[in-house]
Structure formats: structure tokens, C-alpha cells
């Protein structure tokens, strides 16, 4: 049987031409590049400790593996498009940068409630 947790570290990365294209709005070539990381750790429970630990490592590692090879591209393509907007558009600039001081407000506060 199998006992303790499994885990899992993997990463990929990825580039796409309109996300080069992104990177350098002026220009026709460049390039925007990411890598992920994942660290899982799972406690196995009945029935899945009687089996062996490497068979349930690999399997959950095709799986997490899978999932960041197909999120990953879709990030990275979200992340270009938004950059071409953030930098075209002022008035889409102004209202990140609105909706970040709110959010670090509202984290200053939750932070303050939770120490008291």
C-alpha cells in the first residue's frame, strides 16, 4: 500500500505571435514568455493507499501536466490582449490602476480586521 502524500511539481511555458505582437505595440515582432509552476500535494485515502505510490504520482502528474499545458497558452494570450488595450487606451489604464487602489485598500482593511 501507500502511504504519506504525493506530490507534484511541474511547469511549461508558452509564446504566441499576438502575444509577441503585444509586447511591442509599435512594433511587428517581439515576444511575451511565461512559465507555471504547480505544487500539489494530496492525501491519499482509501481505497487509493493500497496503491502503489509511483502509479498514483504519475497518473495525477499526466493530469496536472495537461491542465498547465492547455491553461498556460490561453494565460498568456488573455495577458497579451489585455496589454494591447492597457497600452492603447487611457482611460482603461486609469481604471486598473483605480481598481488596484481599491483592492489594496480592501486588503489593508481585511488585514487590520483580522488582527484584532
Same mark, same amino acid.
Given at each position: *500500500?501507500? $502511504?504519506?502524500?504525493?506530490?507534484?511539481? *511541474?511547469? $511549461?511555458s508558452s509564446a504566441s505571435p499576438a502575444a509577441a505582437a503585444a509586447a511591442h505595440p509599435r512594433s511587428t515582432s517581439g515576444s511575451i514568455t511565461g512559465t507555471g509552476t504547480v505544487k500539489v500535494w494530496c492525501e491519499v485515502v482509501p481505497p487509493f493507499h493500497l496503491m502503489p505510490k509511483h502509479v498514483l504520482e504519475s497518473s495525477c502528474n499526466v493530469v496536472i501536466s495537461g491542465l498547465v499545458k492547455s491553461l498556460l497558452p490561453w494565460f498568456m494570450r488573455q495577458l497579451a490582449s489585455d496589454y494591447q488595450k492597457w497600452a492603447a487606451d487611457e482611460n482603461y489604464r486609469a481604471e486598473r490602476r483605480q481598481r488596484t487602489v481599491v483592492k489594496q485598500q480592501q486588503h489593508r482593511l481585511h488585514q487590520q480586521s483580522a488582527l484584532q
Open positions: *500500500g501507500t $502511504s504519506g502524500p504525493l506530490t507534484h511539481q *511541474g511547469s $511549461s
